[in-house]
């Protein structure tokens, strides 16, 4: 007797039951069935999509942050015990380092074997390149040079091509190309280590924003959109200071 094909309804439903239980590689599992059964995703299921990946991710960086701290202190000391520890902990963290790979390219594989082929122009397209900007400048964060460094240009690619395509088809106030803005500033201030070109898109983003807000839009995309308003206003703050810094130091 052949194996009944699960719904579209029951894989939903088991996704939200994996994400309420904070099960972020069973929720992968559900979306990744549902894809393969029923091809392109909604809105619901692909934003389900990506809170599994950034979760998965966001505790894997956060612990190879601690690690790496770790490392270096412990590398600063210059006893035969420390050269035996800084070995152990470098141990985890390369350990640390492989499930974050596996993870960022896991999604992106699924990005480029299914969502990018059957993504409809406009918000879906900007959404899944951003995702795939996103996941390569991870690897870049942590990657060494030379793989860093073809990190860094499949993460620009990407995200040129989602700011372009954003640009084209959404409102400048569209909370999928405020959340690409940002995230496209981040990518040049932490792996372009550049500053000036984080304030010139950030600022741009912002001030094309802050002028076309009005109170046609619903509340729920009003709240979205104010809120990545407000990440990008801190993050531009920071990032002129560090300027100002860096030009009375020189």
């Known amino acids: 007797m052949p194996a009944r094909t699960i719904s579209r309804e029951e894989y939903l439903l088991l996704a939200k039951v994996a994400e309420e239980a904070e099960r972020y590689e069973d929720l992968v599992a559900q979306i990744k069935g549902l894809t393969q059964t029923y091809g392109a995703l909604t809105i619901e299921e692909r934003n389900l999509l990506s809170v599994a990946y950034k979760?998965?991710?966001n505790s894997l960086r956060s612990s190879w942050r601690v690690v790496d701290s770790m490392e270096k202190l412990e590398s600063a000391r210059p006893s035969a015990q420390s050269k035996h520890q800084v070995s152990l902990i470098r141990r985890q963290r390369v350990r640390i380092e492989k499930e974050l790979t596996d993870a960022c390219k896991d999604i992106?594989?699924?990005?480029?074997?299914?969502?990018?082929?059957?993504?409809?122009?406009?918000?879906?397209?900007?959404?899944?390149?951003?995702?795939?900007?996103?996941?390569?400048r991870y690897l870049a964060e942590f990657a060494q040079q030379q793989e860093r460094s073809r990190y860094s240009d499949l993460s620009l690619a990407a995200y040129k091509f989602a700011y372009k395509h954003a640009l084209a088809m959404l409102e400048p106030t569209h909370p999928t190309r405020l959340g690409l803005a940002l995230n496209f500033a981040v990518y040049y201030h932490d792996v372009r280590k550049s500053p000036e070109r984080a304030c010139h898109l950030g600022k741009h983003a912002f001030d094309e924003a802050v002028a076309c807000l009005d109170d046609s839009s619903s509340m729920q995309v009003m709240r979205d959109s104010m809120m990545i308003l407000q990440l990008l206003r801190d993050d531009l703050v920071?990032?002129?200071?560090?300027?100002?810094?860096?030009a009375v130091s020189k």
Do not use: C, H, P
């Open 238 to 246: 920071i990032w002129s200071s560090e300027m100002q810094r860096d």
């Open 108 to 136: 992106v594989k699924l990005l480029n074997d299914s969502l990018l082929a059957t993504a409809k122009a406009g918000e879906e397209t900007v959404f899944y390149y951003k995702l795939k900007g996103d996941y390569y």
């Open 55 to 57: 979760n998965i991710t």
